[in-house]
């Protein structure tokens, strides 16, 4: 099948690509940090920034992910609508003042304090994404599990997981036989029945898929063992690249970024920047 | 002599779920270079050998073993899978299932790696071994760019790494085209050769396996070891028809002929049949006594016809196209080719899973185009190669009935339909049961009645006996030809030249996603120059009839098929 998977390894020349799987992992996952602790608009803008010009030098391309990015800007216009309905004077209690802009009906008025809060909120999750993006689709999928061991984790887990991204498009492939085949039966998925009955048939679907990756795990898991996967508390990597100078540099930028973070975060002992007091 | 490499001492194993032992009382010694064939029907327990061998019995499938085993001299219930993994290579039947790297390097490093061998030296090992079966030039590549042959290539560098001292198959023929099995079994044989380690092969299907030369074939049955003796030896009793397993395709022909099979024959090969005058005399007699009897059957109105068809997946890569047949009604005919030929994305474009680039599909005289797959699904049925893979209700009457609910039909309607497609398929008296209380074939049989109960005009079945052994093979197959006898039409897409030969008169070849042929099924494969070029395989009754100066295989092959469709069923 021809059909291009969601989210996968994306193949070019960049410095990004360059670095180890492990630089990018760290680089990642102290990223998250940094953009987690922090609501202080000032650090969250200079990420953005910097988030923005990584994303240019990997030389990825918006339509490359833009699905996963669609899905990203769903989950955070809903993320921002539940905080409004649920709270919608959060914003007044964290800034300690008001301004009205507009009342609605009942408790929802729109107040310039809320508005900064949701601003903050959703530079949180813009710093994060184009990086955590990147760690998934500039890093060569060999070298995923090789990454994870390189910060510690247990090769079994990161074998667990490289392996299941590995099966993502075959378990893709296999729902797409599977589908047209209960087609051909008389089950139809398109939007033509109801919901109820639409969710039944995915059932009919689901139980082969299901019944047929177990079958996929089982053979796997022998050809592993038969060839000695687990034998040693170690293992060596075949594709697992040396550190180079880039990856050294890299590591020192990002735990500066968490420093100077959690520095500015933490000087007036609140998390938050209030530019309104 | 040197002491074995394997050897089983009165060994008897039964799997912890399980109220029998599957095996029992097994003596088999094998010896370091030795080449053995272990050959037995599903069941038999000769997969069980196998996995005492190389340890994922009792580690992956617990049970409870008697008598001794003793691998490399070790017990093996003392050491472990990863110690036994030193010694024995596995390569097991699914080629993409056991490809665990990424790429092919990576693969062939796998074990390497969990042996902690340094990075430097493990590329110079995963060179040395990947050229030792030529696929040092695909280190780079991924799994899904490799064809099913280099898959096997990468299997087999993936255990020789370890430097072994034996390499057990475990049915390496089971998913391949004629073409590619015949490879793999000139690969095995290079392999023996280069790193002279002992060769145990699993397999039932014994003409391909016997393209090269094997030392003794250890033929089992229901647990125990029935024979084990030289090839020709085993080939010129009989001793395989007794327990299941099909005899090369040229003995049953000499057989049928009067011919007595003796071990000095050389049976082991049809290249290496020494037949005396007698006998040949014996293969034209028979030939021509049954040369006169061959009539052309007739064939019904048309039913599906296709014209021009052409399709591709992506806009600049054509996979198929020039395809133009006709089927008619109650005719059962083979679609054959190598695997990637374009054979299985035909019956989508059929049953309206894919839509053409151009060209048209007539069902009765009128255009499909434009009809959804639900309505093409009315009078086309398509069975699936897995069973498994369409099965989704857990009791067979549900899973039967399943389409005319989705239909909305009144229920004693359905329940009359589902009663009289049970009866049909002799499933009537399972018809309460849980599927998975049944075999395979039974499976097999479940889908094809949840698509029979549609009552479409034609069924199309992707490999329908793909991994079955004989006797589920002739189980599957007679069943198909009580259906086309009944009026059905069949379209049967398959690799299996011996399925196309015995039970389709006529069969369309496909290579590369062209239609190289639409003729008879005898003269598929008695065409040298169609066989090359769909990579296919003559089959051995093509090389006997001219070793017995019958200048015309093709009419042999025919008269061999109606002789056994006639005389011998």
Same mark, same amino acid.
């Given at each position: ?9 994306? !193949?070019?020349?960049?410095? +990004? ?38 994303? !240019? ?113 075959? +378990? ?60 040693? !508390? !170690? ?43 | ?10 060994? *008897? ?135 099913? *042959? ?35 079994? @000139? ?53 395989? /028809? ?17 011919? @007595?099979?003796? @071990? ?53 890569? =054509? ?34 899973? @894919? ?10 005289? $009128?255009?499909?185009?434009?009809? =959804? ?71 097999? $049989? ?27 093979? =002739?189980?599957?197959?007679?069943? /198909? ?61 093509? =090389? ?26």
């Amino acid at each position: 099948m021809a059909r291009a998977a969601i989210l996968s390894y994306i !193949k070019r020349n960049s410095l +990004v690509h360059e670095l180890t799987g492990t630089t990018k992992l760290i680089f990642f996952l102290a990223w998250s940090v940094a953009s987690m602790i922090t609501y202080d608009t000032r650090v969250l803008s200079g990420m953005l920034l910097i988030s923005i010009v990584v994303f !240019k030098v990997s030389k990825i391309r918006i339509r490359d992910i833009s699905i996963v990015l669609g899905l990203a800007a769903v989950f955070l216009l809903m993320n921002n609508l539940f905080v409004y309905l649920f709270s919608p004077e959060y914003g007044v209690e964290l800034y300690e003042s008001r301004t009205v802009l507009l009342t609605i009906a009942g408790p929802y008025t729109i107040t310039l304090q809320q508005l900064f809060y949701h601003l903050n909120m959703t530079m949180k999750v813009i710093c994060v994404v184009p990086v955590a993006l990147l760690f998934i689709a500039c890093t060569d999928p060999s070298e995923f599990a090789a990454s994870l061991a390189g910060i510690g984790i247990s090769y079994r887990i990161g074998y667990s997981v490289s392996l299941a991204l590995r099966y993502i498009p075959d +378990v893709q492939r296999e729902y797409h036989n599977i589908s047209q085949a209960q087609q051909a039966r008389g089950i139809d998925l398109s939007g033509k029945d109801k919901l109820f009955t639409r969710m039944k048939n995915s059932v009919a679907i689901l139980l082969p898929l299901v019944l047929s990756s177990l079958n996929r795990i089982e053979t796997v898991s022998n050809a592993m063992e038969l060839r000695g996967f687990g034998r040693n !508390k !170690k293992r060596t990597w075949y594709v697992r690249r040396k550190m180079q100078r880039n990856d050294w540099l890299t590591i020192a930028f990002v735990l500066t970024v968490l420093i100077v973070d959690l520095v500015v975060t933490f000087w007036d002992g609140n998390r938050f920047y209030n530019p309104f007091v | 002599m040197a002491s074995p490499v394997i050897s089983f001492q009165d060994y *008897g194993f039964q799997y912890m779920a399980q109220a029998e032992p599957t095996l029992r009382h097994i003596n088999l010694d094998i010896y370091s270079g030795e080449k053995v064939l272990i050959a037995g029907t599903s069941g038999s327990g000769k997969s069980t050998i196998g996995n005492c061998i190389n340890g994922l019995i009792p580690f992956a499938y617990p049970g409870k073993s008697t008598g001794k085993l003793l691998v490399d001299g070790k017990d093996a219930e003392q050491s472990s899978i990863f110690e036994l993994s030193h010694t024995v290579g596995t390569v097991l039947q699914d080629t993409d299932g056991q490809f665990i790297g990424l790429t092919v390097g990576e693969d062939i490093a796998f074990a390497p790696e969990n042996n902690c061998v340094p990075q430097d030296e493990m590329k110079q090992l995963v060179s040395r071994v990947a050229g030792l079966v030529d696929i040092d030039h695909h280190l780079e590549y991924a799994p899904h760019e490799l064809s099913g *042959g280099q898959k096997q290539r990468v299997s087999l560098a993936g255990v020789m790494v370890e430097d072994v001292k034996v390499l057990l198959f475990d049915e390496p023929l089971a998913n391949l085209d004629p073409a590619a099995g015949r490879t793999t079994i @000139e690969l095995i044989d290079m392999v023996h050769e280069r790193t002279g380690a002992a060769v145990l092969v699993i397999e039932h299907r014994l003409e391909d396996v016997l393209w090269r030369r094997m030392d003794r074939i250890v033929l089992m049955n229901e647990g125990g070891i029935v024979a084990d003796m030289p090839v020709a030896k085993l080939l010129a009793g009989n001793l395989l /028809l007794q327990h299941g397993i099909r005899e090369p395709l040229y003995l049953t022909a000499l057989r049928y002929a009067g011919v @007595e099979i003796r @071990e000095t024959m050389h049976p082991e090969h049809v290249g290496s049949l020494v037949l005396g005058q007698e006998d040949k005399e014996k293969v034209r007699s028979w030939y021509h006594m049954l040369r006169t009897g061959i009539h052309s059957e007739q064939y019904g109105q048309e039913l599906l016809r296709i014209e021009n068809l052409k399709f591709g997946y992506t806009a600049d890569k =054509t996979t198929l196209q020039d395809v133009n047949f006709t089927i008619h009604k109650g005719e059962m005919v083979s679609v054959v080719g190598r695997n990637g030929a374009g054979k299985s994305t035909l019956a989508k474009l059929i049953c309206g899973f @894919e839509q053409p680039v151009s060209g048209s599909i007539y069902m009765d005289g $009128r255009d499909l185009k434009g009809d =959804t797959i639900k309505e093409r699904a009315v009078r086309i049925g398509y069975v699936m190669q897995n069973p498994n893979q369409m099965i989704s209700k857990p009791m067979i009457w549900d899973e039967v009935e399943m389409a005319l609910l989705q239909s909305g039909m009144p229920k004693e309607e359905r329940s009359r339909r589902v009663e009289e497609t049970l009866k049909i398929c002799g499933l009537y008296p399972f018809r309460n049961w849980p599927v998975s209380a049944l075999s395979f074939g039974q499976k097999k $049989r479940v889908t094809i009645a949840s698509i029979l109960v549609q009552r479409p005009q034609i069924i199309i079945l992707d490999e329908p006996t793909a991994g079955q052994d004989y006797h589920h093979y =002739t189980e599957i197959m007679d069943f /198909l030809k009580e259906l086309n006898g009944k009026g059905y039409t069949i379209l049967m897409i398959t690799h299996d030249m011996h399925l196309m030969l015995e039970y389709t008169r006529r069969a369309i070849v496909f290579s590369e996603g062209r239609m190289l042929a639409d003729t008879t099924a005898a003269h598929v494969l008695n065409d040298p120059g169609l066989v090359e070029a769909a990579n296919l395989k003559e089959t051995s009754l093509y =090389t006997l009839s001219l070793a017995c100066g019958i200048d015309e295989p093709q009419v042999f092959t025919e008269c061999f098929i109606g002789y056994e469709q006639k005389e011998v069923r």
